[in-house]
């Protein structure tokens, strides 16, 4: 369904969208993975973003290459620099019942600053204030980064800059202040001392982060005890008769390497405060096209709509395609521990 | 010259100090490592912040515990956990020709949240509107952060929370406000994709950081090809007829594993820009108490104080001892290529 942005590049997955209500539509920010087009079976290509000439450049090896490393089908690795074989953009698709979508035929945001030469991906949509704001993981050479885009149209888009420096991603900013504070979840990756697990910023204007605060680690002996990540942007709900937070995250659990969704329940005035935690998985990779794919057995989301007791969740399917499930909140309330 | 802050432990390296004029003296803040002292031949031990009971933790294990790795004598890792051998704390320093200090008797800052578990780290102390503010590693279970606190007095120090999230370490505040906004350097530690460098970051307030940008990256075949970060706060000089800012950072290179001090010269007005950079080192491990010790060939700067041409550069030495060097000023800009 999704054309590539360039005839010399194909679409290899379309997936982890960004979700939201626009007036009497739903909104999809689709990432769309795009390898460059194969011009010799023994080569090997990347697409990169090249901040001095402004313009997406594709560079071609020989899998013959002195000293190339290409046994991770994801990576490219020479002389000791990383390149991707892939490279994400985000593409606007539009749907009056959830279902049905309409996908544009060019790129709402694509690599545009030195920090995105490897792409844009993972988008999560937040209505504050009148205006959407997009975050989203910007990758290159320098790491993988959390910016910050706005807009209030869904035609043009605006850059804020990176919000949080490397090792960072899986951001999901709250739809509300808090106590008059703009609240994020976002998942740093500390190697050799440190855990990984979902933290807490906080920030008086959406573009300064501070205050930052572990709120959930990966469990040991779980669907999430390798490693856990913020998924779609927080909701609020009634837990009984307390305001919460349902936040859906996802877990990774190993042997085999799995993705997985499930829940947060925080509290609505301190959502540091983990209220309750999903004890199973409230969606696991079951389909065909959850259980094989680019990346297999993976459910991922960066956006869901709850309406009433029910929250669709978009999901991207084995990083290839885009999926939907609906889930019941109460379900998910009783799951919890 | 510094006493354990316990009978239970022994000071086992006093290095790495921040540095500032405070009136008529010279003030250190020392990072001092501590160990427990040894109850058994066989035992390896932990002194660790529980933050539920408000107190320091002696944890104590024989080396034929099953499982246990001790092979780093820094680390014991068991049951996939991770503890230090030693913990450190701020112990402040005076002294009124900046050469001999007395040392208080205890300790300035300790570790005291759950983020701080074990220890505080590597002070850097910037002054700025009649504070000074003092930010260190805050080194736990969760990782490597960086920490923020203040004191009008060095008496009374007050914390302000993680202002960069795990892994980041290496943070200079620069001392004044360029443009109205504050400016950190900060050194994220990317894993997998992505290079380590100094980074730049901006703050309205201190406390809540963004807009962050790659300044410097480690540098092939040199001095300073393994990593870098950020050293001593950076002040102002004239390079010519340009103001700027010069920053002393650390280099690492390996084969020997070799910490030297470089300088960075940055626009005074846009400090994410590079004037000039160190050919060669400032500082290298020369002496003997810097290519022999805890960690040998290490020099490493948290504090430094301009007085005209010259700079005083506190360092840690061999991540045992505090060493003191004064550098011309218009050498090391000689130096910059």
Same mark, same amino acid.
């Given at each position: ?13 379309? /997936? ?26 023994? &080569?090997?290509?990347?697409?990169? /973003? ?13 899998? %013959? ?13 020479? %002389? ?15 749907? *009056? ?10 790129? #709402? ?6 920090? &995105? ?19 989203? *993981? ?17 035609? *043009?888009?605006?850059? !804020? ?50 205050? !930052?605060? =572990? ?16 998924? #779609? ?16 995250? !996802?877990?990774? *659990?190993?042997? =085999? ?9 925080? %509290?609505?005035?301190? =959502? ?7 004890? %199973?998985?409230?969606?696991? =990779? ?7 794919? /680019? ?38 309330? #009783?799951?919890?521990?």
């Amino acid at each position: 369904m999704v054309r590539p942005s360039r005839p010399d590049l194909e679409v290899v997955g379309v /997936f982890n969208p960004g979700a939201i209500r626009y007036g009497k539509e739903i909104i999809l920010l689709l990432r769309v993975a795009e390898a460059p087009v194969k011009r010799a079976e023994n &080569e090997v290509a990347a697409a990169v /973003f090249d901040h001095s000439s402004g313009k997406l450049e594709i560079k071609r090896w020989s899998r %013959d290459t002195p000293g190339i490393d290409v046994s991770d089908p994801r990576t490219i690795i020479l %002389d000791g620099r990383m390149w991707l074989t892939s490279i994400s953009h985000f593409r606007l698709a539009r749907s *009056t019942d959830g279902i049905h979508f309409d996908v544009d035929a060019t790129p #709402a945001m694509q690599a545009a600053t030195e920090l &995105e030469a490897f792409g844009v991906e993972d988008p999560r949509i937040t209505l504050l204030d009148g205006t959407y704001w997009i975050n989203y *993981t910007a990758v290159s050479q320098h790491g993988i980064a959390t910016g910050l885009a706005s807009t209030r149209d869904f035609r *043009t888009y605006q850059r !804020h800059g990176i919000i949080f420096s490397p090792p960072n991603r899986d951001v999901t900013i709250f739809p509300d202040r808090i106590a008059g504070r703009y609240a994020a979840l976002h998942r740093p990756m500390p190697e050799g001392l440190g855990e990984p697990a979902i933290w807490i910023a906080w920030s008086p204007d959406l573009f300064d982060w501070g205050h !930052h605060l =572990p709120v959930a680690s990966a469990r040991r002996n779980t669907w999430d005890d390798l490693k856990i990540g913020g998924g #779609a942007v927080p909701f609020h709900v009634k837990a009984g008769s307390t305001d919460a937070w349902l936040a859906i995250y !996802h877990g990774v *659990t190993r042997t =085999p390497l799995t993705y997985s969704l499930g829940a947060l329940l925080l %509290d609505g005035r301190d =959502p540091s405060k983990v209220l309750g935690r999903s004890r %199973d998985p409230i969606l696991a =990779p079951e389909a065909p096209y959850e259980r094989e794919g /680019f990346f297999a057995k993976v459910v991922f989301t960066c956006g869901a709509i709850p309406e009433g007791d029910l929250v669709r969740v978009y999901y991207g399917a084995a990083d290839g395609v885009t999926a939907v499930a609906d889930l019941s909140v109460s379900d998910i309330l #009783a799951g919890l521990e």
